[in-house]
């Protein structure tokens, strides 16, 4: 069977736009154009979208489909069974999530006492996930299985005095950095200050802290493009910015 734009639209529930931008960066080209100039889509671009479709609902960009998809080893069959896998996990956490809202409405109506331990429980499960799936090899391979072991525990541990902490001392690190950068020197006192809100932040999820680690952990950041992705966001730069200031607070330059 084969569709035009706006009927393959339909059918997957996007807009028309959105198939003929993925045409235009070359994710998802139609079969053949037809004599009157419609893209025409065929099975396997609707199999293609599906896929594509996967991806986008896992948060993936498109940049990184694209070159997924279009690797000499990308394996279908192989990519749709990552997908299952990946989805059960996400249902795993909604349901956590769902669990504890329920848990929470029962509380609020006095059927049942619910610590406060239990109210950041589905959250801090989802951060770790979400660490996981994102950075869980490389970390793994840098620090070992132990250590980030260690970590996950105490982040699931956290008291909620803590998970409230280390959130406003978050907000503290960005404020920081942000003013650091403008003064564009990462031996400024600000720029080291950024650097030592951030070696507060991480002893909330380490369960040991090193400078060695603290120092392999900022170049990192500037290493993996991910990583670099985060921290540039608002500010390109900011990554290879506090990479420098780490290294001259921890002294391992």
């Known amino acids: 069977m084969e569709y035009t734009v706006q009927k393959l639209a339909q059918l997957a529930g996007v807009s028309s736009r959105t198939l003929r931008y993925y045409d235009e960066i070359g994710i998802l ?5 037809n004599s009157s100039g419609y893209r025409i889509y065929g099975q396997k671009e609707v199999d293609r979208l599906q896929q ?13 489909i694209k070159d997924i998809m279009t690797s000499p080893s990308y394996d279908g069959a192989n990519a749709l069974k990552e997908h299952r896998e990946q989805l059960l996990e996400k249902r795993k956490q909604l349901d956590l999530l769902i669990s504890n809202v329920e848990k929470t409405i ?9 610590s406060n331990k239990e109210k950041f429980e589905g959250f801090k499960k989802k951060m770790v996930e979400e660490n996981e799936q994102k ?3 490389e970390i793994r391979e840098k620090y070992g299985e132990e250590t980030v072991n260690k970590s996950n525990a105490k982040l699931l541990n956290m008291s909620e005095e803590d998970y409230k902490a280390v ?3 978050e907000a503290r690190l960005w404020e920081t950095l942000a003013e650091a950068f403008k003064i564009g020197d990462p031996a400024s006192e600000t720029a080291q200050k950024a650097a030592d809100l951030h070696k507060q932040w991480l002893t909330y999820y380490w369960a040991e802290y090193s400078k060695e680690a603290h120092a392999g952990l900022a170049q990192m950041y500037v290493d993996d493009e ?3 992705a985060y921290y540039d966001k608002e500010q390109p730069g900011t990554a290879e910015f506090l990479r420098d200031a780490i290294h001259i607070y921890t002294g391992q330059k």
């Open 52 to 64: 594509i479709l996967f991806y986008r609902e896992l948060g993936v960009n498109l940049e990184t």
């Open 226 to 228: 991910r990583f670099t």
């Open 167 to 169: 959130t406003q001392l």
């Open 106 to 114: 029962a509380s609020t109506e006095g059927r049942i006492d619910m």
């Open 29 to 33: 080209k139609p079969a053949r154009i």
């Open 135 to 137: 950075y869980g090899k």
